[in-house]
């Protein structure tokens, strides 16, 4: 979690010069990057992390190391080989991406941060195979390197790009995630390779695995396919329904911008601290729940949903009182504050789906969370497409269907985990 906190702060610090320098118009073309290369990240690696995490930590708690090493061997090939794919498509189909998510001048950005998904799949069985043994500190070791490299390399890019143009500099600014990727990714596999001992591989456990790999694997990539679809749906719809309300181009660029480059920013920080809580719970619930230890997955549920409602009540109570002070510090602009204090309240939901999502999938229950997740963002996605388009509204219906969204999706998650968490399946 400090190394989450660190690599959360580092990627604002990033965000912070690098509006002075690309401005809202930047950042939306930045940021459709971004969400371009999520979406296609999700496709790859969606589920294989958790899979390897719940395998690996259920083979450590039953004392089998060499299956979970062979675990992490499987799926390092499995996703080296798709991670190169992803990558090709994203590269080759940059401008088509572009155009589809309503902003043209995206193109090279996605193009410089293509390669992040291959360099990210192959670090990811590794990185899970750590974590399923509840060792974080390659993980947050990796983190902070890789936002370190990031925001030098990105920042330096940008800064040379800028005589080209705003959308060569957004490009430069996208390819210091490539670089910073890279750079964590040959860590975690020097690391890896010097830790783990050789385990002697048959064909048998390498089916029976790669079995167990896919039951768990194919479920939650349907789930994150799904949900980044909808995503993708939700950025496009939100900037039709802008210029649908009678805004230009240029101005749905700008307060589009500033909603996804300075309200949002601030807001996904306390989810994004809080995240890695989740990645802890995994291995310690998939663990209890292969041993049979009800009581255990009881106590930490209590204990992990309590930590998150604490912290989401107080990052909300913060955001409402000083949001206008925190976008001083952090960008010396305040013109996103009311979309900030609007948007607080998803702070708060957004921290309990999250973790109570995480354990429902430990414990085995993954079509549950994914029923919060759908619901979430199909709401949003609704009243994106209904209230960003009227006038009276335009970016607000967007955060309105955020609070929505993530207040249902928390609400399904809680009513199932009260249900459940005594069940072990």
Not at 42 to 62: D, E, M, R, W
Not at 97 to 121: C, D, H, N, T, Y
Not at 271 to 288: D, Q
Not at 394 to 422: C, D, E, P, Q, W
Request: hydrophobic share 55%; with cysteine; net charge positive.
């Amino acid at each position: 979690m400090i190394a989450n906190i660190i690599s959360k702060v580092l990627g604002a610090v990033l965000k912070i010069p690098l509006t002075y320098i690309i401005h809202e118009e930047g950042m939306a073309v930045y940021n459709t990057a971004f969400t371009v290369y999520i979406m296609f990240l999700s496709f790859v690696v969606a589920g294989t992390p958790f899979a390897v995490q719940k395998l690996t930590a259920a083979a450590h708690a039953k004392n089998e190391p060499g299956r979970a090493r062979e675990t992490v061997f499987i799926s390092t090939v499995i996703l080296a080989v798709i991670g190169f794919i992803g990558s090709a498509v994203l590269w080759a189909g940059a401008d088509f991406f572009a155009l589809a998510m309503k902003e043209e001048q995206a193109g090279w950005a996605i193009r410089a941060i293509s390669p992040s998904i291959f360099l990210v799949a192959c670090g990811t069985a590794v990185k899970s195979g750590f974590q399923g043994k509840s060792d974080m500190v390659p993980t947050a070791v990796s983190q902070v390197v890789e936002s370190f490299i990031k925001l030098g390399a990105g920042y330096a890019l940008a800064v040379v790009l800028l005589y080209m143009g705003t959308e060569y500099a957004a490009a430069g600014a996208a390819a210091g995630v490539t670089i910073g990727e890279a750079a964590a990714t040959l860590m975690l596999a020097v690391w890896y390779m010097l830790s783990v001992e050789k385990v002697k591989r048959t064909v048998e456990s390498r089916r029976e695995i790669l079995k167990e790999l896919t039951d768990i694997a194919l479920p939650m990539l349907f789930m994150s396919v799904a949900g980044s679809a909808l995503s993708v749906c939700d950025t496009s719809v939100i900037r039709a329904g802008l210029l649908r309300a009678g805004l230009s181009t240029e101005r749905a660029r700008f307060v589009y911008g500033a909603y996804t480059g300075y309200a949002m920013t601030v807001i996904n920080l306390p989810s994004g601290f809080l995240a890695t809580l989740g990645v802890s719970v995994i291995p310690i619930i998939s663990g209890a729940a292969a041993v049979g230890n009800t009581g255990r997955i009881r106590s930490v549920t209590r204990r992990a949903v309590g930590l998150c409602a604490a912290a989401g009540v107080t990052s909300v109570i913060g955001l409402c009182l000083f949001g206008d002070l925190v976008l001083e510090i952090l960008f010396h602009n305040t013109y996103s504050a009311p979309m900030l204090k609007m948007a607080a309240p998803s702070v708060l939901f957004i921290c309990v789906m999250q973790i109570s999502g995480a354990i429902l999938q430990s414990m085995g229950y993954i079509w549950r969370a994914f029923a919060a997740s759908i619901t979430a963002a199909l709401i949003k996605l609704a009243f994106s497409a209904v209230l960003t388009a009227r006038p009276e509204f335009n970016i607000y219906g967007a955060i309105i269907g955020t609070n929505a969204a993530f207040f249902v999706g928390m609400v399904i998650n809680l009513l199932s985990l009260s249900r459940k968490k005594t069940a072990v399946p």
